[in-house]
């Protein structure tokens, strides 16, 4: 199904693209006196780099400034990297630091304002509008995807069912009860819905459920998890990027083009940079995407390294947007895999994966280090039509098995141990996947 996708705000994401990058100026300049002025961080930052805001007068002077990381917002946990007043805070997240101290984002009614008008342009991409009924299973809570799309549809005048995260069965009833029109979660939560429609209710999720369009984010996916999702649920896939320290949900979304993210420019000026150097890299070459927030109020973020790495091209899109538009996310810089010397993506696997007839797209896969190699071994499902065919012999499908065998050794360049397993035996996740078990560490 094709939906009809518009544009939100075309004064802004259609504009000239010389007056945006005036706009730009304009707001970065504005942007960097106000940070000087008003958070203790960042003053201390241009003290230590010899700066003054004076120093920046346009775009070109965007490399004077140092990079913002993660561990620079973990060290200013839990106010540190505020800009404003408390009492100007109208919301505060957290995230769950289980990688380290947690970091805190913080929003203005400004800021609030300025993330409804980003997530109703996502929404409008996706061609949603007033009378649609938007299925929000995103996590309500600390997590910012909930509550981001939440004020997205209310700012689009679309009702919201604020279903939120778990409770499958119920979350299927509901949508067909309610006829929810719009799908909103994690891509591998799509797919799990579509089959506990399938499996466990003996639906066909096509015909019982009315999502004409889905936004999926949170996490990388591949455009063979995209075919799934779309053909399964009979709905247009959107992919959509946002991370909480820039705002949450509401950096970038794909058009009816679906090729590449528009990234909301006139909010988030972006750079793509060399991981390793720091140095830009050119349009449509892979790098590590920098951020720098033009607009927020309670905590602006200079340079800020997200990790995560695309590409970048600002050639214009047929969908009538001048913004430029970033790659689909490949990985984050430290969640590469390395087995026997090679760097993979987890994504890589599930493209290989899923690109095999036959294969489902649930596997989780290991690495471990019994002796001096690694071994990476994946277990797999295969379809559940497939399965029921052989009548739940998995010995019958040993071409299939050597089947994923060879598409992922072509893949990543190691050859992986393919276990196939029952259907329903893989662990399933409703937030997002960890499909990639390193279980290295625990041995050495
Ligand atoms: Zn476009």
């Not at 304009?26 to 940070?35: M, N």
């Not at 649609?132 to 996590?139: L, M, S, V």
């Not at 920098?290 to 973020?301: C, D, R």
């Not at 987890?346 to 797209?361: F, Q, T, W």
Request: glycine residues 10%; negative net charge; proline residues 5%.
């Amino acid at each position: 199904m094709k939906v009809e996708s518009w544009i939100f705000q075309p004064e802004y994401e259609s504009m000239k693209r010389e007056d945006l990058e005036k706009l730009q100026e304009e707001r970065l300049r504005k942007l960097v006196r106000y940070c000087y002025e008003n958070s203790p961080f960042y003053r201390k930052r241009f003290k230590e780099a010899g700066l003054s805001p004076d120093d920046i007068k346009g775009l070109d002077d965007l490399s004077k400034i140092p990079f913002t990381t993660k561990d620079d917002m973990r060290e200013a946990y839990p106010y540190g990297m505020l800009a404003t007043s408390l009492e100007n805070v109208l919301e505060i997240h957290a995230s769950s630091g289980t990688t380290g101290k947690p970091t805190t984002t913080f929003y203005s009614q400004r800021d609030i304002d300025i993330w409804s008008e980003v997530m109703a342009r996502i929404y409008a991409s996706a061609g949603a509008k007033k009378g649609d009924i938007i299925h929000n299973a995103y996590g309500y809570g600390l997590f910012t995807g909930g509550l981001g799309f939440h004020y997205g549809a209310l700012k689009i005048g679309a009702a919201v069912v604020p279903v939120s995260s778990g409770g499958t069965e119920r979350q299927l009833t509901l949508a067909r009860e309610l006829g929810t029109t719009i799908l909103c979660c994690t891509p591998t939560y799509a797919m799990y819905l579509a089959e506990y429609a399938r499996t466990k209710l003996g639906w066909d999720p096509k015909k019982e459920l009315k999502w004409k369009s889905g936004i999926f984010g949170a996490e990388p996916w591949s455009e063979k998890l995209r075919q799934r999702i779309e053909d399964e649920l009979g709905l247009e896939a959107f992919d959509i990027y946002g991370l909480s320290e820039i705002i949450g949900p509401g950096v970038s979304v794909e058009c009816g083009e679906h090729d590449g993210l528009h990234v909301f420019e006139d909010h988030w000026l972006v750079e793509v940079i060399d991981p390793a150097t720091g140095e830009p890299v050119d349009e449509g070459e892979v790098g590590e995407l920098v951020i720098t927030t033009l607009t927020k109020e309670a905590m602006p973020l200079l340079r800020y390294r997200t990790g995560d790495l695309t590409t970048w091209t600002t050639e214009e899109c047929s969908c009538g947007r001048t913004i430029g538009r970033m790659g689909r996310i490949l990985g984050r810089a430290d969640d590469m895999v390395k087995v026997r010397g090679v760097k993979f993506w987890p994504k890589a696997l599930e493209e290989a994966i899923l690109s095999v007839e036959g294969a489902s797209g649930h596997f989780i896969a290991k690495i471990e280090r019994p002796k001096i190699m690694d071994v990476l071994t994946i277990e797999v499902e295969p379809d559940p039509e497939v399965f029921e065919m052989v009548k739940g012999d998995l010995s019958k499908l040993e071409p299939l098995r050597k089947k994923i065998v060879d598409k992922v050794r072509n893949a990543i360049g190691v050859t992986p141990n393919v276990v196939l397993k029952p259907v329903g035996s893989v662990q399933r996740f409703t937030g997002k996947a960890k499909r990639v078990v390193d279980l290295r560490k625990l041995n050495e």
